[in-house]
């Protein structure tokens, strides 16, 4: 019997990948914040300013270790710029590339910056702050040099355990500012959208993912805006939505065929998920765990999601800086539609 069974493994991971059954798991956060609490926290006593390695942000995502390692790829949105100094908080966001080494060491592997606050400090900030990404090489999309890099880099695709993803990501705005030349971000823009869509399939992805900046800030519910953003996104072949930008998290849709299978889902707010803001659910987000399933026959299924809630510690109480803390597995079933 241990000859067979050894004979058995031996046999299964020689098969080419597209012959295994696989899962896929992906661990979306929604906002990644940096007020200016958060930068006096971080600084080091002492050390200059301006000096990017003058900042600890270790402790910020320690506890989230156990959830990080039950995922294949994790995936954030960062709503900050890297450079020029000063650093700054609301309402001109810029850190120091110390935040962004500190969570890709704790293990996010992506970073979404399609987002509200990417032209904060104009053409020099979002220069800086793609060269990082490139420097570190580290995965991100949303932003990008020019038109001829856009087409080149967008979809950013996830290929792991014989799965296919293609992400996208797009902002409502960016807080009236102007795209400085001749750099791009993402806009949710249906015309431009389409494009990008119809080239996402000319990949031949498995599944879509669009990852939106939208929606009211602070309303614990989407709105009807929303709604027509999703459906428009649904019928041109994106399979789930993962939303950010309200600070607070929203409720979720799970759309289902008519044998229960999952066609979409959306993720309307995940929320906050480390910031200084002190309104009311601020200080809580979610952590949505997206799962793919590809059988040996090529069958394709997206599995229901997982989700957990999770609480940014000021500092005093578990480390002298801010901290996110996992919490439950999340059963707010009002907050759940099944449609």
């Not at 902002?171 to 806009?187: A, K, L, M, Q, R």
Request: one cysteine or more; proline letters at 5%; hydrophobic letters at 35%.
């Amino acid at each position: 019997m241990r000859i067979f069974f050894l004979i058995y493994l031996q046999l299964f991971f020689s098969l080419p990948l597209n012959f295994r059954a696989d899962t896929l798991k992906l661990l979306f956060l929604g906002d990644i914040m940096q007020h200016k609490a958060q930068l006096d926290a971080a600084h080091i006593r002492g050390k200059d300013a301006n000096d990017p390695l003058s900042y600890n942000y270790t402790s910020c995502f320690q506890y989230l270790k156990d959830d990080f390692n039950s995922a294949d790829v994790i995936i954030a949105n960062m709503e900050t710029v890297f450079g020029p100094t000063p650093y700054s908080g609301y309402p001109v966001f810029c850190s120091p590339s110390s935040l962004l080494t500190a969570a890709c060491d704790a293990g996010i592997d992506i970073f979404l910056t399609a987002n509200n606050h990417i032209c904060d400090k104009g053409k020099t900030g979002i220069e800086m702050t793609i060269n990082l990404y490139d420097t570190l090489n580290v995965k991100f999309t949303g932003i990008y040099r020019n038109m001829e890099e856009k087409i080149t880099r967008d979809p950013l695709i996830i290929n792991q355990k014989s799965i296919k993803v293609a992400l996208l990501n797009y902002t409502y705005g960016i807080n009236g500012n102007n795209i400085p030349t001749p750099f791009v971000v993402n806009i949710i823009d249906t015309n431009q959208i389409k494009t990008d869509i119809a080239r996402s399939k000319n990949l031949n992805p498995d599944f879509i993912i669009a990852c939106l900046h939208w929606g009211v800030e602070y309303s614990l519910k989407h709105d009807i805006s929303q709604e027509r953003v999703e459906n428009f996104f649904f019928k041109n072949g994106v399979d789930i939505i993962i939303g950010s930008h309200p600070h607070v998290s929203q409720d979720i849709a799970i759309y289902q065929l008519d044998n229960g299978d999952i066609k979409h889902i959306t993720f309307y707010s995940l929320g906050n998920v480390i910031s200084n803001m002190t309104a009311p659910n601020t200080r809580n987000g979610l952590m949505a765990k997206i799962l793919f399933y590809k059988g040996v026959n090529g069958e394709k299924k997206i599995l229901p999601p997982e989700c957990k809630t999770i609480f940014t510690e000021r500092p005093g109480h578990k480390s002298a800086n801010y901290s996110v803390i996992p919490g439950e597995e999340y059963k707010n079933r009002k907050n759940i539609t099944i449609k």
